[in-house]
C-alpha cells in the first residue's frame, strides 16, 4: 500500500520548537519531491514548504522563512519539518504530500508536473503558552 | 508574489446540476502549473486535476479542468452528492521553486 503517515504534534509553547515527521511506505520515496502543506483550524490550504528528491534543493513560504528547515532521509523513507520560534498562527494540521518527479530532456533537469499527488493524514500542532 | 483568488467563496447546487467553479492568478507565469484539489470535512485534501486538464488516477471524468494564461476552470459536469465539499487551486513552478494555494470554493447542497 502506499501512503504517507505525519507523527510528531502536539502542544507547544509559543517561541519553542518542535520537529513533525513524515514516514512513507509503498513507493520510491528517494524520487519524489516532498512537501508540508498546513491548514489552520477553519481556514484553508497554506502551502509550508518543499524538498528535492535528493534534498539538495529546499523553498519555504515566506511566513516560516528562517524559522523552519526542512530534511529528509531517504534510506529511512523519512521527511522532516524543523519547526523553531513557534508563533501562535502556526497552529494548523500540518500535511506532508508528495509530488512525482519527470526528467525533461530539453532542459536536461527533473521536472514536477504531477501536483501533490498523495497526502498524509495530517498531524495537529497547538501553539499555546 | 502570486496569488490565486476563487470564486464564488460558495457555491450551492443540487445533485445533477453542472458546477463551474473559477480559479484567477494576479499574474500568468510561464513553466508553471494548476492543479485542483478536493477535501471533505476531517479528511486530506485529494488530488483531482494536475497541470490544469490532465485527470488524477481514479478521479471521474466528470471532472474536467480548463484554461490558461491567468484563468482557470474546474467543471463538475453532472454533481454527485459526494462531490460536495471543498475545492482549492495550487499554482506550482515545474521546479518546486514556488507553491501557492486559492482561498477555496465550498461546494454546497442547495
Known amino acids: 500500500q502506499v501512503y504517507l503517515v505525519e507523527s510528531g504534534g502536539g502542544v507547544v509553547q509559543p517561541g519553542r520548537s518542535l520537529t513533525l515527521s513524515c514516514s512513507a511506505s509503498?513507493?520510491?520515496?528517494?524520487?519524489?519531491?516532498m512537501h508540508w502543506v498546513r491548514q489552520a483550524p477553519g481556514k484553508g490550504l497554506e502551502w509550508v514548504a518543499v524538498?528535492?528528491?535528493?534534498?539538495?534543493?529546499?523553498y519555504f513560504a515566506d511566513s516560516v522563512k528562517g524559522r523552519f528547515t526542512i530534511s529528509r532521509d531517504n534510506p529511512q523513507n523519512t521527511l522532516h519539518l524543523h519547526m523553531n520560534r513557534l508563533r501562535s498562527e502556526d497552529a494548523a494540521i500540518y500535511y506532508c504530500a508528495r509530488s512525482q518527479r519527470r526528467y525533461d530532456i530539453l532542459s536536461v533537469s527533473y521536472e514536477y508536473p504531477y501536483g501533490l499527488d498523495l497526502w498524509g493524514h495530517g498531524t495537529t500542532v497547538t501553539v499555546s503558552s | 508574489e502570486i496569488v490565486l483568488t476563487q470564486s464564488p467563496g460558495t457555491l450551492s447546487l443540487s445533485p445533477g446540476e453542472r458546477a463551474t467553479l473559477s480559479c484567477r492568478a494576479s499574474q500568468s507565469v510561464s513553466s508553471s502549473y494548476l492543479a485542483w484539489y478536493q477535501q471533505k470535512p476531517g479528511q486530506a485534501p485529494r488530488l483531482l486535476i494536475f497541470a490544469t486538464s490532465s485527470r488524477a488516477t481514479g478521479i471521474p471524468d466528470r471532472f474536467s479542468g480548463s484554461g490558461s494564461g491567468t484563468d482557470f476552470t474546474l467543471t463538475i459536469s453532472r454533481l454527485q452528492p459526494e462531490d460536495f465539499a471543498v475545492y482549492y487551486c495550487?499554482?506550482?513552478?515545474?521546479?518546486?521553486?514556488?507553491?501557492?494555494f486559492g482561498q477555496g470554493t465550498k461546494l454546497e447542497i442547495k
Open positions: 509503498g513507493f520510491t520515496f528517494s524520487a519524489s519531491a
Open positions: 524538498i528535492s528528491y535528493d534534498g539538495n534543493n529546499k
Open positions: 495550487q499554482q506550482y513552478g515545474n521546479s518546486l521553486t514556488w507553491n501557492t
